[in-house]
Nanobody, 119 residues
Framework: QVQLVESGGGSAQAGGSLRLSCTAS?????MAWFRRAPGKEREGVARITDYGTTNYIDSVKGRVTISRDNAKNTLYLQMDSLKPEDTAMYYC????????????????WGQGTQVTVSS
């Protein structure tokens, strides 16, 4: 199983930026970021394949960039123009088959890093 460790969360003002990192023991075909906001279900935020193909949910398009450094086995999530509704626990996930937001396709999960955005 892939070991994943997230970092980079914290508090920010609305309009600010944060960069999340996820160090992996190894990269898999599909790496993704999910988040769980207070009182809500966990949802996929962004995903990237080993070919570099990316996908974002509509609520973060234009504000968030997912990237991967294969040499460092590190996944990033650059978050700009933060909004209070971005407040959530953010999780890194690794999957080996299909690259979707269906959690069943992700076999490894990190412990999460908290992002809090104040207005």
């Amino acid at each position: 199983q892939v070991q994943l460790v997230e970092s980079g969360g914290g508090s920010a003002q609305a309009g600010g930026s944060l960069r999340l990192s996820c160090t992996a023991s190894e990269f898999t075909y599909c790496m993704a970021w999910f988040r769980r906001a207070p009182g809500k279900e966990r949802e996929g935020v962004a995903r990237i394949t080993d070919y570099g193909t990316t996908n974002y949910i509509d609520s973060v398009k234009g504000r968030v960039t997912i990237s991967r450094d294969n040499a460092k086995n590190t996944l990033y999530l650059q978050m700009d123009s933060l909004k209070p509704e971005d407040t959530a626990m953010y999780y890194c996930a690794a999957g080996t088959r299909f690259c979707t937001y269906l959690e069943n396709y992700f076999s490894s999960w990190g412990q999460g890093t908290q992002v809090t955005v104040s207005s």
